[in-house]
């Protein structure tokens, strides 16, 4: 089971290219602002509203096997909600800049729907004709997929914030 997904693709473009999939799954996901202000909007409210912009402060998404209850839940880390989450962060993106997205399991046991979701997820990434996999000389991150239509002439960074080292992906 993939507990860990990498993906060098828009944080747009993956929710349209997975919605299918995140609904078949019976899945929700919400999306969260940093900074003082924070919204959590449930998949259909995206859909019809479209995402926030890059640049206002969104970063992280959550999809989740069972409704957020703000009421019930302090939080997606919340000892009794986190074992239904997947936080998905990065996925920004500039004409020339791409940000590796990064979808991770919060709990080391997840119910069954997460595990499955993930598990689709990866042979959809491995099936498609639309990405590849495996980055660095000699493709030593072998796991770590990217979106071949996206990362053509775009600088690929792990994290925007820190730009040390641009990631290099053999064509």
Request: hydrophobic share 40%; aromatic share 12%.
């Amino acid at each position: 089971m993939a507990s860990l997904v990498n993906i060098f693709m828009s944080m747009e473009l993956f929710l349209k290219e997975t919605e299918a999939l995140i609904k078949s799954a019976d899945l929700f996901v919400y999306t969260k602002s940093k900074g003082a202000l924070r919204t959590i909007l449930p998949f259909a409210d995206w859909t019809k509203e479209g995402l926030p912009q890059v640049g206002s402060g969104w970063l992280d998404i959550f999809i989740t096997s069972e409704p957020f209850d703000e009421v019930k839940y302090r939080g997606f880390y919340d000892d009794n909600f986190f074992m239904h989450v997947i936080e998905v962060k990065g996925g920004r993106s500039t004409n020339t800049e791409l940000e590796k997205l990064g979808l991770r399991i919060v709990a080391k046991e997840p119910d069954k729907r997460i595990k499955a979701f993930m598990n689709k997820l990866q042979k959809f990434l491995k099936e498609s004709e639309s990405y590849g996999m495996g980055i660095g000389p000699g493709k030593y991150h072998g796991r770590i997929f990217y979106h071949r239509r996206e990362i053509i002439g775009k600088t690929l960074w792990p994290d925007l914030e820190r730009k040390i080292v641009p990631v290099n992906i053999p064509v």
